[in-house]
């Protein structure tokens, strides 16, 4: 019915960049909030960056200042643009989106696949 699908991951050398893209499709009748989070090995999922559907934005202290979230509401996608990437970035990223379904009164959270990227010096 829904689908997150995210791409632009890779492998990238230190200070390097990286722009990741989520794109929504299916049974949608709004898109509220968009965000990004992020997994390493043997770590918990965390917040990365958020937006909300009037551009409000959110990012984790250890991003801030080197990612930039946004969103293109006409094309259902969240971009994370990635600069200065540091060993610590790698991990799997996954995208989220809060998602009104037709026919529904309630938003749920979806989860895309991820995508893998690795930095290295």
């Known amino acids: 019915q829904v689908q997150l699908v995210e791409s632009g991951g890779g492998l990238v050398q230190a200070g390097g960049s990286l722009r990741l893209s989520c794109a929504a499709s299916g049974n949608i009748f709004n898109i509220n909030r968009m965000g990004w989070y992020r997994q390493a090995p043997g770590k918990q999922r965390a917040l990365v960056a958020t937006?909300?559907?009037?551009?409000?934005?959110n990012y984790a202290d250890s991003v801030k200042g080197r990612f930039t979230i946004s969103r293109d509401n006409a094309k259902k996608t969240v971009y994370l643009q990635m600069n200065s990437l540091k060993p610590e970035d790698t991990a799997v990223y996954y995208c989220n989106a809060d998602l009104l379904r037709y026919g529904s009164l309630y938003s749920q959270g979806h989860w895309g696949q991820g995508t893998q990227v690795t930095v290295y010096s």
């Open positions: 937006i909300t559907s009037g551009g409000s934005t």
